[in-house]
């Protein structure tokens, strides 16, 4: 039975976790829907959790839409921290994002902050880590706001940040003991939403128009300058930008 369980072990964030793990000698277990572990409907998760001392949870749901993202962050969170008490775990992760514990209209914001209060009042140790935009997420904000040919997004900030830096604060987290408390981590610049997704569909060999808008919206809300934005005392990242899309399209290259 494995030590650290990583719920959504499969996915973008999930699997670089895994693999770290993984690479420090350390027994993870990926748990997904694709490995037979489904915490909406609970199949495989007893056996998955047995013997697990550490949990790390990145699952999210297969749309932003906020009736199903409601429902699956309440549902799948409190069968998941339900399971975690009786098999007597020691640490749940959470990732999150910045800006989902802070008043917006964000309406996938507002579901996944009704799954982090589950987990704060699960009684399982826990630490959440509310990480910024990932690099590698431009193509999906992208796709929440195109409109006709173009992409419209609000007037505000970004300071996104590597999936592989996200994933090795998420074990380095898993490591050391619970905090009982919201941490937050950013990439270590800061830019203008619309330049960040226009830079990254760029490389990408994507034309489309990016621009900021007054009626533009982030997945179905509207965002002050500074939503997106670690608050004082995040802790910052060391990859930049400019570099991740430089290894990226060297990778691509490399087929």
């Keep these: 039975m494995a030590a650290f369980v990583v719920i959504g072990g499969t996915g973008q964030i999930g699997a670089k976790t895994v693999a770290r793990l993984r690479a420090r000698g350390l027994d993870a277990l990926a748990a997904s829907p694709r490995t037979?572990?489904?915490t909406l409907s609970g199949h495989g998760l007893d056996p998955a959790l047995t013997g697990a001392s550490v949990?790390?949870?990145?699952?999210?749901?297969?749309?932003?839409d906020a009736g199903p993202a409601r429902r699956f962050f309440t549902a799948a969170t409190t069968r998941?921290?339900?399971?975690?008490?009786a098999h007597g775990i020691k640490h749940h992760i959470g990732l999150s994002i910045?800006?989902?514990?802070?008043?917006?209209?964000?309406?996938?914001?507002?579901?996944?902050?009704?799954?982090?209060?589950?987990?704060?009042?699960?009684?399982?140790?826990?630490?959440?880590?509310?990480?910024?935009?990932?690099?590698?997420?431009?193509?999906?904000?992208?796709?929440?706001?195109e409109i006709g040919?173009?992409?419209l997004l609000p007037d505000a900030l970004v300071q996104p940040a590597s999936g592989a830096d996200v994933a090795d604060v998420l074990v380095e987290v898993a490591l050391d003991a619970a905090l009982d408390e919201d941490i937050e981590i950013a990439g270590p610049e800061q830019m203008p939403l619309a330049d960040f997704i226009t830079r990254a569909l760029r490389a990408r060999g994507d034309a489309r128009t990016v621009r900021p808008d007054?009626?533009?919206?982030?997945?179905?809300?509207?965002?002050?300058t500074d939503t997106l934005l670690p608050r004082a005392g995040a802790r910052i990242l060391p990859t930049?930008?400019?570099?991740?899309?430089?290894?990226?399209?060297?990778?691509?290259?490399?087929?």
């Design 98 to 145: 910045v800006g989902s514990d802070r008043p917006h209209d964000i309406p996938f914001y507002r579901a996944k902050a009704v799954g982090e209060q589950i987990v704060r009042d699960a009684g399982v140790p826990w630490t959440l880590v509310h990480a910024t935009q990932f690099f590698e997420f431009a193509p999906a904000i992208a796709a929440s706001a």
């Design 55 to 64: 949990v790390i949870d990145v699952s999210k749901p297969h749309t932003h």
């Design 240 to 255: 930049r930008f400019s570099d991740w899309m430089l290894a990226s399209t060297e990778e691509r290259a490399r087929g």
């Design 36 to 38: 037979g572990v489904d």
């Design 214 to 224: 007054p009626a533009g919206l982030y997945f179905g809300g509207h965002l002050e």
């Design 149 to 151: 040919e173009e992409v």
């Design 80 to 85: 998941l921290m339900h399971a975690e008490r």
